[in-house]
């Protein structure tokens, strides 16, 4: 199994039903068809919101799932006597390989475009330094427990052990981002004879690195949205500027 398929099998765990839920007629992720195995990042981008990122393919190109640690976890999970959840689960195991909690969020709490949202923990070795800026650390472990169920929270499945393919040891931008190009009229257009300056001077506020919520800023930007031109990742849209231009969603870069 490769890292997108063990990501995707995450996304889909069965984590039962909660306490926390409010009725049994909510859609549960894990009672979801399986995520295509060609699922594109950009999963859809519909009319009136983001674009939204397949929570999966997201991971799988930005976090490698370390197996040597994982297998470790597992085989000591199967025979853990405590009866603990899959949190209390990791923290144990962290801690009994010399391994403490450095950070720890869900990205529900912040604006993000995933398809599901996911519990991250940032785990540092006890080496006696410094790590106050634990997100630069290249020795970080991080646990990722994807959201599973219906109410957030609950419903979080089993952790994935996880080292960052970036500069930071998590994802730090979870929104869509925007470009802008020109209209596509049927001929191929030659990319030398594009004005691209012109471009990005118009899709610069519609970055992760400009705008917390990229979206919201494209869309203060528009007159109006050309339904009919819509697809998976793109629409064409006339500016309030009066210009029509073609808008295309992509994923936040991840340095590496």
């Not at 998976?232 to 029509?244: F, I, M």
Request: glycine letters at 8%; aromatic letters at 12%.
């Amino acid at each position: 199994m490769n890292q997108e398929e063990l990501f995707k099998r995450h996304c889909r765990e069965n984590t039962g039903k909660q306490m926390c839920d409010s009725g049994d007629f909510y859609g549960r992720h894990y009672e979801k068809p399986p995520i295509a195995e060609d699922a594109p990042e950009i999963r859809n981008w519909g009319k009136g919101c983001s674009a939204t990122l397949e929570t999966a393919v997201f991971l799988a190109e930005r976090m490698d799932v370390r197996r040597d640690w994982q297998d470790k976890w597992q085989a000591r999970d199967a025979t853990q006597e405590d009866n603990m959840d899959w949190f209390e689960s990791g923290q144990k195991f962290m801690g009994l390989e010399g391994y403490h909690s450095a950070s720890r969020g869900n990205t529900y709490n912040g604006e993000n475009d995933l398809s599901q949202s996911y519990v991250w923990d940032v785990f540092l070795p006890n080496d006696g330094k410094d790590k106050s800026d634990w997100l630069y650390e290249p020795d970080a472990v991080v646990l990722i427990h994807i959201h599973c169920g219906c109410d957030e929270r609950s419903g979080h499945a089993s952790p994935l052990f996880c080292k960052s393919k970036g500069d930071y040891c998590i994802p730090t931008d979870l929104c869509a981002e925007y470009k802008a190009g020109p209209v596509k009229t049927g001929a191929l257009i030659d990319s030398d004879d594009v004005d691209w300056e012109h471009y990005q001077a118009i899709d610069e506020k519609w970055s992760a690195g400009y705008s917390r919520y990229p979206y919201g800023a494209l869309e203060a930007d528009v007159a109006e949205w050309h339904e009919d031109t819509r697809t998976r990742d793109s629409v064409e849209v006339t500016l309030k500027s009066g210009e029509r231009i073609l808008v295309t969603a992509y994923a936040p870069y991840f340095g590496g």
